[in-house]
């Protein structure tokens, strides 16, 4: 779980490399700094206090439906995930489950890069970050390609997965190829994804981003502290099924 980031951004320098995009350099957006004089006090909000639960990953156990919807409300606005079981079956249910008990809530989108991804699923609570560090399940097969908009799980490595998941920013299907699985797609609200505040770039040494490390040693006041305009999750929540319209039958002639 300490080094998920690495992965794939090391996948997607390699393609963007051969690609004549960059020269040399890894993938990351540095556009001007922002004023931070009216935003600090808004971005940074204290961390909620979470279920108990969330200290127990063992109970997390239900089996996602075969299409369900969640909505995130976070501090740029809200944006609908939709998630089809049968196109990774582990990932679908691992998140299902941390949507449903609110593992993602206070959570911050600490590294967002242009044009390439916006990654989360690091708790605000340091203590149920390290009760979920070997959570880990095993790997999908890859069903559907990194597109822009679909949802993947980040990984260490093979069999890795564990509650840091990435929104593809582009169409990077050059991730397909190494095992990076996507369960769902965003279907309203993307222009709210590509509005979370990105200029802090990668993690070191490639980008001011934070230190993942320090992420999960220290929660969301390390990040509110040196990182205070990054954008975060107010809270996710599983909607409702939408309700099945009954056709009535033809009136007899």
Do not use: C
Request: glycine residues 6%; hydrophobic residues 40%.
């Amino acid at each position: 779980m300490r080094k998920q980031a690495f992965s794939i951004l090391m996948v997607a320098a390699f393609a963007l490399t051969q690609l004549g995009v960059l020269a040399g350099a890894t993938p990351q957006a540095t556009p001007a700094a922002k004023n931070t004089a009216n935003s600090t006090a808004h971005k940074a909000a204290p961390a909620p206090r979470s279920s108990p639960s969330l200290l127990n990953p063992a109970s997390f156990k239900l089996q996602a439906p075969a299409v369900f919807s969640a909505k995130f409300t976070t501090t740029e606005g809200d944006f609908v995930v939709e998630v089809t079981r049968a196109w990774a079956p582990r990932g679908a249910d691992r998140f299902y489950n941390l949507v449903k008990y609110h593992f993602f809530d206070g959570a911050s989108f600490f590294r967002v890069m242009q044009g390439f991804v916006a990654q989360f699923g690091v708790s605000p609570r340091p203590d149920v970050t390290r009760a979920w560090e070997n959570t880990t399940i095993p790997d999908d097969a890859v069903t559907q390609s990194n597109t822009r908009g679909t949802l993947t799980f980040a990984t260490a490595g093979p069999n890795t997965r564990t509650t840091q998941i990435f929104i593809n920013l582009g169409d990077n299907t050059n991730l397909d190829a190494s095992g990076f699985s996507p369960f769902g797609k965003i279907i309203s609200g993307m222009e709210v994804v590509d509005k979370l505040y990105s200029e802090y770039g990668d993690s070191p040494p490639d980008g001011r981003g934070p230190d993942q490390n320090r992420v999960q040693r220290e929660g969301k006041a390390y990040l509110n502290k040196d990182f205070p305009l990054l954008d975060s999750i107010k809270t996710a929540a599983i909607l409702p099924p939408a309700p099945v319209v009954q056709s009535k039958p033809a009136a007899a002639k």
